[in-house]
């Protein structure tokens, strides 16, 4: 799968009812809401396996949505993207070997720790 089909399915996602439960439970503005599904969606195309705060966020409020999220995974991914949580112990160097979300070689996999510059 090309990563323009991928950026086109993701483009296809009805993130609506997310952004909504996004912005009302962060108290968050619409703008802000907003750029964090445009980074949450960035995500999922980069191939990155660190998502930023804010898109970190949205993916979270994503996955509760377990129905949603399972159905949304598989229109784009072909499989579920499973969630990674990442540990306080965990170095730099084990979170930069883990799969990304594009990584179709192995599971796609993908984690949420913000790595320190």
């Not at 705060?53 to 949304?72: C, E, S």
């Not at 730099?92 to 790595?115: E, Y």
Request: charged share 30%; aromatic share 8%.
């Amino acid at each position: 799968m090309s990563k323009e089909n991928i950026e086109s399915r993701i483009g296809r996602i009805d993130l609506r009812m997310i952004n909504a439960k996004v912005m009302r439970k962060n108290n968050w503005t619409q703008q802000r809401t907003d750029d964090a599904e445009k980074a949450y969606r960035d995500f999922l195309a980069s191939g990155e396996p660190v998502p930023s705060p804010d898109a970190d966020v949205f993916w979270h409020q994503h996955i509760l949505d377990t129905n949603k999220y399972a159905d949304d995974c598989n229109a784009v991914f072909g499989k579920f993207l499973h969630h990674v949580p990442s540990y306080v112990d965990e170095t730099c160097d084990n979170m930069c070997k883990r799969p990304t979300v594009l990584d179709h070689s192995r599971s796609a996999q993908t984690c949420t720790k913000q790595l320190d510059a």
